[in-house]
């Protein structure tokens, strides 16, 4: 057994439901996982109880290759936590070994050395008075606030004022939704920024392309976690606050607020498994449902099986949707009282109990494509039932979805259609099979002639994840698939194995030469792609990268 990886949790996770530390065990065949976690609670109990701790919970995670070993600690001295975790976790190392303890009294004597000199008694404080006014309370290694958008405050963390020097009257929380799932998170706080500018409120978005506050992009990249959602929450023009939350963020550091007034769990499906110990569905969808853990209202998918399962176990208010409004277990939530918000008739209907409010037609929403692109017909009805929960009207949400387009400027990647010299393109981001199957199913609606699909993935994708990806592709039966080579995202296979692999799961399912192509970068993909159409054709280019490259090719 050895320690893979050593990190603060700086908010509510899969294992904790605060701040704190956690170690990632490698746990090998023959390595009694249960029983060193045991010992790590022995020794680790003995450490906290010498360091002044002793109010600390602690967490252990085993699981298939691994464990994580977590505790509470003080949000001031989070560094100095993860010292004494790797103590304990030497302290075990040893004692399993049979080998002699190092001096202890030496040890904690250095531990709370480590906690003293880190400690910042002012930031403790502040967090205290933010509880004490009802408000939320933000930090990190640099900054520390109170409040949220256009009611915050933030100071430097060796900045921070005495109480009466700050204006709690003007200090307050602005309505926070978290949205995360598989698939759809990008668009949805998209179409819910849409609905809130036509509220006439400030938006502020946190999500995978950027960060922005109202019609400012702030920054460039992935913020889809508790950094981005920092920044976004500061932000002192912003009114309202849509965070895409990912799951990588919320394994590695936790959430970045610990109250929402919506959590969004779109949808749960195989991607990125055998990461941060997470090897099967319901440990990915107990990874999502950590949102739950801050939030006031929850809003899930019903159509979603897994989904359907963990929200059903989860005592948080609920709203569902779904695109089937005489689901049975639709009609028992309505008529127990629950809120629901569903397609009925071609319409998007929010309904609670037997009252019922019609939103809009759905051929009135363009990115749903006249109903054909069931995905963001999902998208849209999850984006109403959050809507609802940030205090937006009907007439906002309805302008919202009316006027949201998926473009290259306002969603990249994500639908993004062209009509080159007759040759109908749809670009899209599409990175798992989910996403493809969900790709496929809406372009098996639209007509063409012929189609092409363009297909790749990351080597950190196991083998089932990348024959299932072939799978999906081959069921929508296209005319040409090219295989791209995708060699910037290796990620310790070696070049053409996993392009490998989509073709022999192609061939197996019944793909012949003339069906077949390899192809190199994103813009070589692209540039095949269209050398093969003809007018009347349907192209469906998923692309990973060089996304600005083939949108202005």
């Given at each position: 057994m050895e320690v893979r990886d050593s990190r603060r949790l700086t908010g509510p996770n899969l294992l904790t439901t605060g701040p704190g530390v956690v170690l990632d065990i490698v746990v090998t065949a023959g390595d009694d996982g249960a029983g060193a976690a045991e010992v790590w609670r022995r020794q680790l109990a003995r450490m906290l109880?010498?360091?002044?701790?002793?109010?600390?919970?602690?967490f252990s995670r085993i699981f298939p290759g691994g464990m994580s070993l977590a505790f509470h600690a003080p949000i001031d001295a989070l560094y100095a936590a993860t010292e004494v975790n790797e103590w304990a976790w030497a302290a075990t190392v040893a004692e399993l070994a049979g080998?002699?303890?190092?001096?202890?009294?030496?040890?904690a004597q250095r531990l709370r050395e480590e906690i003293a000199g880190e400690v910042n008694p002012a930031v403790l404080q502040l967090q205290a008075l933010a509880a004490d006014h009802d408000v939320a309370?933000?930090?990190?290694?640099?900054?520390?606030?109170?409040?949220?958008?256009r009611g915050s405050r933030t100071w430097a963390v060796d900045a921070i004022p005495t109480n009466d020097e700050i204006p709690w009257d003007r200090i307050h929380d602005v309505p926070v939704a978290q949205i995360t799932g598989t698939n759809g998170k990008t668009t949805t706080v998209r179409l819910l920024a849409a609905m809130v500018r036509a509220s006439g409120l400030v938006p502020g978005v946190s999500s995978t392309d950027w960060i922005e506050a109202g019609d400012e992009v702030l920054d460039h990249g992935d913020y889809s976690g508790p950094g981005g959602a920092r920044q976004v929450l500061r932000d002192r023009r912003v009114e309202r606050a849509l965070l895409e939350t990912a799951r990588g963020g919320m394994l590695r550091r936790g959430l970045a607020v610990e109250k929402t007034d919506a959590?969004?769990?779109?949808?749960?499906?195989?991607?990125h498994l055998g990461e941060f110990g997470v090897h099967d569905?319901?440990?990915?969808?107990?990874?999502?449902?950590?949102?739950?853990r801050a939030a006031r209202r929850l809003v899930l998918?019903?159509?979603?099986?897994?989904?359907?399962?963990h929200g059903e176990a989860i005592d948080v208010p609920t709203t569902w949707f779904s695109l089937t409004a005489e689901d049975p277990f639709i009609v028992a939530h309505r008529g127990a009282g629950g809120e629901v918000c569903v397609l009925e008739r071609g319409r998007i209907i929010l309904a609670t109990g037997e009252r019922k409010v019609a939103i809009l037609e759905i051929a009135e929403v363009p990115i749903a494509l006249v109903g054909a692109a069931r995905n963001n017909v999902a998208n849209a009805l999850a984006a109403v039932a959050v809507a609802k929960h940030l205090g937006?009207?009907?007439?906002?949400?309805a302008d919202g979805l009316r006027r949201f387009e998926s473009t290259p400027e306002t969603n990249p990647g994500r639908q993004n259609e062209f009509d080159v010299e007759g040759v109908r393109v749809i670009l899209d981001f599409a990175h798992n099979p989910h996403g493809v199957e969900a790709l496929l199913e809406m372009a098996a609606a639209i007509p063409g002639r012929r189609r092409l699909v363009t297909i790749g993935q990351a080597g950190d994708r196991d083998d089932a994840s990348i024959r299932q990806l072939a799978r999906s592709t081959w069921?929508?039966?296209?005319?040409?698939?090219?295989?791209?080579?995708?060699?910037?995202?290796?990620?310790?296979?070696?070049?053409?194995?996993?392009?490998?692999?989509?073709?022999?799961?192609?061939?197996?399912?019944?793909?012949?030469?003339?069906?077949?192509?390899?192809?190199?970068?994103?813009?070589?993909?692209?540039?095949?792609?269209?050398?093969?159409?003809?007018?009347?054709?349907?192209?469906?280019?998923?692309?990973?990268?060089?996304?600005?490259a083939v949108v202005s090719y």
């Open positions: 109880e010498a360091v002044g701790w002793t109010d600390a919970e602690l080998e002699e303890e190092a001096e202890f009294d030496t040890a309370f933000l930090w990190d290694d640099d900054r520390v606030s109170v409040g949220l958008g959590a969004l769990v779109n949808n749960v499906a195989e991607d569905l319901d440990a990915l969808a107990a990874c999502k449902f950590v949102v739950a998918n019903a159509d979603d099986p897994v989904v359907r399962r937006l009207g009907v007439k906002a949400i069921d929508a039966r296209p005319d040409k698939v090219l295989i791209k080579a995708m060699t910037e995202y290796l990620r310790g296979r070696e070049e053409g194995e996993v392009a490998a692999l989509l073709e022999a799961e192609l061939r197996a399912q019944g793909a012949s030469d003339e069906h077949l192509a390899h192809t190199g970068s994103e813009l070589e993909t692209a540039k095949a792609a269209l050398d093969w159409a003809e007018p009347g054709d349907l192209v469906l280019l998923i692309v990973h990268s060089d996304r600005d």
